[in-house]
């Protein structure tokens, strides 16, 4: 076992393993409904992008600039986790601990701090409050329940998604504002397109 493997578990390697054992004696159909919202639930953001955009269709282009920008942020999001996570190469809590857990374990390289779902879901609710905020209200809870259904199926410790939750935040926040410079690229990209409509007709 690495050091950063026996680091990792004692930081909340009891916490990690209190609530796999409370999801052992959970009643099946809630283990799979957590199962499905975990392997799934990140879906729900895109349909709330979607929802934005579509929103955002008739508004500024300022307004669809904020919408476009979210998904290239995610995507930013996405690559700085995934880098911190080869960097730290720690092991799962279900390898290291050997625990019974709800989900099938990961590979043995599939590493496990910080959690890619958590920083995706983070920055995804983050990109949804500057474009709708109504929608932002269902994002937010929405990627809290995606981290904690990380430990709850034993794919991750409660630091993992807690700093992934932390990346897709910090990171997130101070990108979404640059959109606005992408505002003439989306006013001129409106009217070339407008100016094809009408030359069609």
């Not at 004692?10 to 199962?35: C, E, F, K, M």
């Not at 008739?58 to 600039?65: F, H, S, V």
């Not at 709800?102 to 599939?110: E, L, S």
């Not at 590493?111 to 920055?123: D, E, T």
Request: glycine share 6%; aromatic share 8%.
């Amino acid at each position: 076992m690495s050091n950063v493997a026996l680091g990792a578990a004692s930081i909340d390697g009891g916490l990690y393993t209190w609530i796999t054992d409370l999801a052992q004696r959970a009643p099946h159909t809630v283990n799979v409904l957590v199962s499905y919202g975990t392997d799934y639930g990140l879906f729900l953001f895109a349909i709330l992008m979607a929802l934005c955009w579509w929103r955002a269709r008739r508004g500024t282009a300022a307004e669809m600039a904020k919408v476009l920008a979210g998904p290239l942020v995610v995507t930013l999001v996405y690559v700085a986790n995934d880098t911190v996570k080869a960097l730290f190469d720690e092991a799962r809590p279900c390898r290291t601990l050997h625990t019974v857990t709800v989900a099938m374990c990961p590979g043995v390289t599939d590493w496990s701090f910080p959690s890619n779902h958590a920083a995706i879901a983070a920055a995804a609710a983050v990109a949804l409050i500057r474009c709708a905020p109504r929608l932002g209200r269902i994002a937010v809870p929405a990627a809290l329940l995606m981290a904690f259904s990380r430990i709850w199926v034993g794919a991750h410790y409660p630091h993992d998604v807690l700093a992934g939750l932390a990346i897709g935040v910090v990171v997130a926040r101070p990108l979404l504002p640059l959109a606005r410079h992408a505002t003439p690229a989306v006013d001129r990209l409106r009217t070339t397109r407008l100016r094809a409509l009408v030359a069609a007709r």
